[in-house]
Nanobody, 121 residues
Framework: VQLQASGGGLVQAGGYLTLSCAAS????????MGWFRQTPGKEREFVAG????????YYADSAKGRFTTSRDNAKNTVYLRMNSLKPEDTAVYYC???????????????WGQGTQVTVSS
């Protein structure tokens, strides 16, 4: 199983980025997907999640109203659109696939390598 995250980068506060996560080696449409982020010295925190069919999404309070996750099961890809970015959004962002949905990392079986998002003030 491989999850390849991409799309991170450096952006000014108020800007936007769209992260992508391409999956291979698994039946993508059968896995709920999650986005997490982590900064040095802190635990990995839940950002957003999406159901197998993409009809249901969940967001951390910090992401509500600014971030949108979606998926394209035909392309085995999940996305995270991040608008109105803030310096506190700076982190390494990870995508994850789990056999059941959850907001804690141990609910997820497979992880991408992470992509760095840096928001300058």
């Amino acid at each position: 199983v491989q999850l390849q995250a991409s799309g991170g980068g450096l952006v000014q506060a108020g800007g936007y980025l769209t992260l992508s996560c391409a999956a291979s080696g698994l039946t993508f449409s059968t896995f709920p997907m999650g986005w997490f982020r982590q900064t040095p010295g802190k635990e990995r925190e839940f950002v957003a999640g999406i159901s197998r069919d993409g009809d249901t999404t969940y967001y951390a309070d910090s992401a509500k109203g600014r971030f949108t996750t979606s998926r394209d099961n035909a392309k085995n890809t999940v996305y995270l659109r991040m608008n109105s970015l803030k310096p506190e959004d700076t982190a390494v962002y990870y995508c994850a696939a789990g056999r059941q949905f959850g907001i804690v990392p141990n609910k997820y079986n497979y992880w991408g390598q992470g992509t760095q998002v840096t928001v300058s003030s």
